[in-house]
């Protein structure tokens, strides 16, 4: 050890400087940003399907994981048109935990997919003005919060039921109703909880109040991963008494399409703490005592 006594100050410093090269302050790159809205599906379409190409192709659909590469989509219309019967109201939504690797919860009644009108349990028999308020980006279905206007989604690898943690890359949502500006977001986390930052859907048309608009807001991560997501519909929830379509100060938004990249499964913090360790302790023993 070239004489340095290990129980020595100057050796722990040194210890501690092989750990920090092993382990250096991560640089974080920019999110890249897809946002965008319109009167109809067209008006989005081009930027969805930008984001689609940055999160990767193919399209995974129920494929179980591990899998290298790829996204998911989630466009709750039951296989496509013409289903439009909604369900009941359900917290945690679990119904592509296991096959897209997405759990959903709510501090409200629960979660529904349903159809704007025409359906069992669509969203016009809890206020009649949601027939002419909402539209699809994929029909039948919309995808709501009741009781509220939080839903929460965590990530897992697809095929294991939610059993093991997963995270991802870029996640993005399409919305319909968005009247105000920087009311509705998404709020992105990682697997230590810390925030990724907050990012605000664009209000439908410039910012005026309109019925049946889309929006789009997509943010793929170049750096971090997303272990959760926190998505803010409006500032109140679906009710019988929100009284004229589209009342000021007052914005009740829903849900169409979720898309988001492959789930990749989250390495045991023990795992990675025992290795970086055994490294920089083989690292240190070697340059000290060869």
């Excluded at 920090?20 to 897809?34: D, Q």
Aim: charged letters at 10%.
């Amino acid at each position: 050890m070239n004489g340095m006594n290990k129980w020595s100050p100057g050796y722990w410093i040194v210890v501690f400087m092989g750990v920090a090269v092993l382990f250096p302050s991560v640089a974080f790159g920019a999110p890249i940003v897809f946002s965008d809205s319109g009167a109809n599906a067209l008006s989005i379409q081009d930027t969805v399907d930008l984001f689609r190409a940055s999160l990767g192709n193919p399209n995974n659909a129920n494929a179980p994981g591990p899998l290298a590469g790829g996204r998911r989509e989630i466009n709750w219309d039951g296989g496509g048109p013409p289903v439009i019967n909604g369900t009941a109201p359900v917290t945690p939504f679990t119904v592509f935990q296991n096959t897209r690797g997405a759990t959903f919860t709510t501090p409200g009644i629960g979660l529904t997919q349903a159809a704007a009108t025409g359906g069992l349990l669509s969203l016009d028999l809890i206020n009649p003005t949601y027939a002419a308020t909402f539209a699809t980006f994929s029909p039948n279905r919309l995808f709501t919060p009741i009781g509220s206007n939080i839903t929460d989604g965590t990530f897992s690898l697809p095929g294991t039921g939610g059993a093991v943690p997963a995270t991802v890359s870029g996640f993005g949502a399409v919305f319909t109703d968005v009247d105000l500006a920087n009311i509705t977001s998404i709020q992105y986390f990682d697997a230590t909880n810390a925030s990724l930052g907050t990012f605000f859907v664009p209000s439908g048309v410039a910012g005026a109040a309109s019925s049946q608009t889309l929006s789009f807001l997509g943010v793929n991560f170049t750096s971090e991963r997303i272990f959760r997501v926190r998505i803010t519909t409006g500032n109140s929830a679906l009710g019988p008494d929100d009284g004229i379509v589209d009342t000021p100060n007052v914005d009740v938004v829903v849900m169409d399409d979720f898309l988001y990249s492959e789930p990749q499964a989250v390495p045991e913090p023990t795992t990675l703490l025992l290795l970086g360790s055994g490294l920089a302790g083989f690292m240190v023993w070697r340059r000290f005592f060869s």
